[in-house]
């Protein structure tokens, strides 16, 4: 049954919240049990729909899965296929790490095109890349990525042309079954690149360098199973932030790592905002009052503004004193949100082939019946909500439900008042 979200906004957000676990990291660090050879648990697993779609994924193969709310423990040991449909693959992006998972542990992989979100073009050429000079043969006829490691991986020195997310997991997953040594230059920095290089480490694996620009892999090493537990989620811990200073409240985010949000806490500061890390432990306060300047945005690969954040900030920018300039330089599709919160009265437009928006701040937000395009654009859309007057009923937040945990409940906790219900009523 569809669901929308209402939300009754105007109100300030005030009080503890704890962030979950990583997404983006848990989506890496599942599919590379399969290197193990041997049961692992994942610790600190975020309770999302795109977690429950690689279960599926898994137990498709072959895997024995069990789990609470937070944990999986998944045995690999009875994995006798190494196709993953259309249906289980279309599901979500990080499917595609099965190519690398595969090709390097049991040496072939027939993985459907992945899912995601629809946020542009999204090309794989550089995971093909990448498996091709580590040895392997690969196709991507029929919608389907077929790969082929003829008898065996070999180390090899990549160069990615820009530094992708995807193919930096998927190269590192395969690498580090190939025999002898790899370097991937030009790789992504994300913190969730760090978490999987220390998982594949607490496996038995040699991986250094994840963090910098470039990794190197002693591959081929054995692995063994482990227990390891996902790092704070960097998007949600920024959501709660941008919430915080929209609603003009007061908000301790418990379990969030500060030096992962530098970006986004410059920016909130070059607005007005009052941004506190935590002395001592791992949390960051943010405070807000009245009216907010406008700042421009660049998104960039880490340590740059995420462009997962920058739906999020576009919302808190709606109502900033002036004019502010995102430019998404990373997706050509991610400003669709726009045309909702311009149904909540913000003024925006989007030029430069849909890369470059202006928003023009207004006074306040109103509320109005919105509709979720994508997983941020939906977290965009609950933070307009929360600011305007008046009720706004979100519509399709399975998108929502893809990447944040009982997001709602976490906002209500806070002081929101949100509830989900049938999208029919
Ligand atoms: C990951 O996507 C995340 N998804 C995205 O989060 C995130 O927005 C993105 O990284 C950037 O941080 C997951 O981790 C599952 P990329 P990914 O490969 O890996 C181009 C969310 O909301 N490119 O770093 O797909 C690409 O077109 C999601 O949680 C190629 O040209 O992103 C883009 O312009 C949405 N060829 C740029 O690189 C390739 O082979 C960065 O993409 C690969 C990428």
């Known amino acids: 049954m569809a669901e929308k979200l209402r939300i009754y906004g105007g109100t300030h957000l005030h009080g503890v919240v704890t962030v979950n676990g990583g997404k983006n990291a848990a989506l890496a660090i599942i599919p590379a049990v399969l290197l193990a050879g041997e049961p692992c648990t994942i610790e600190n697993l975020p309770n999302v729909n795109d977690i429950n779609a690689l279960e599926d994924i898994l137990q498709s193969l072959g895997a024995i899965v069990s789990r609470t709310e937070n944990s999986m423990t998944i045995d ?67 919608g389907h990525i077929v790969a082929d490691a003829n008898g065996g991986l070999v180390g090899s020195e990549i ?86 200073a929209a609603t003009r ?27 506190d890390e935590g002395i001592g432990e791992d949390s960051i306060r943010v405070r807000a009052e009245g009216v907010l300047r406008h700042v421009n945005i660049k998104t ?44 909540m009265g913000g003024i925006s437009s989007v030029e430069d082939n849909r890369r470059i928006a202006t928003i023009e701040g207004v006074p306040a937000l109103h509320g109005a019946s919105v509709t979720a395009t994508d997983l941020r654009a939906g977290a965009a859309l609950v933070i307009a909500g929360l600011m305007a007057d008046g009720i706004t009923d979100i519509y399709d937040i399975k998108y929502i439900d893809r990447g944040y945990e009982h997001l709602e409940q976490k906002l209500c906790a806070l002081g929101a008042i949100i509830e989900r219900m049938s999208a029919d009523e």
């Open 76 to 142: 690999p040991r009875r994995i006798n296929s190494t196709v993953v449909s259309e249906a289980f693959a279309s599901r979500l992006r990080a499917s595609y790490y099965f190519v690398g998972a595969m090709l390097g542990v049991y040496g072939k992989a027939d993985v459907a095109l992945p899912g995601g979100c629809a946020i542009g073009a999204r090309p794989i050429d550089q995971h093909i890349k990448g498996f091709e000079a580590l040895g392997a043969t690969v196709s991507t006829d029929d």
């Open 300 to 343: 960039q690969p880490y340590p740059g503004f995420p462009t997962d954040l920058q739906q999020p900030m576009s919302a808190l920018l709606s109502t900033a004193k002036g004019t502010s300039v995102i430019n998404e330089t990373l997706f050509e599709n991610r400003h669709r949100h726009l045309d909702e919160l311009r149904k």
């Open 159 to 244: 160069y990615l042309d820009m530094p992708s997310v995807g193919a930096t997991i998927n190269i590192m997953l395969a690498a580090a079954s190939a025999k002898g040594n790899t370097t991937i230059v030009n790789v992504a920095k994300e913190p969730h690149i760090v978490d999987l290089a220390n998982f594949l480490n607490a496996m038995g694996g040699w991986v250094k360098g994840a963090g910098t620009d470039t990794i190197r892999i002693r591959g081929g090493r054995p692995m063994h199973g482990c227990t390891y537990a996902i790092i704070p989620d960097q998007i949600e811990t920024g959501t709660l932030m941008i919430a915080a």
């Open 249 to 275: 409240g007061d908000v301790l985010i418990r379990g969030a790592l500060p030096t992962h949000m530098e970006a986004l806490t410059a920016k909130l500061l070059e607005m007005g905002a009052k941004v």
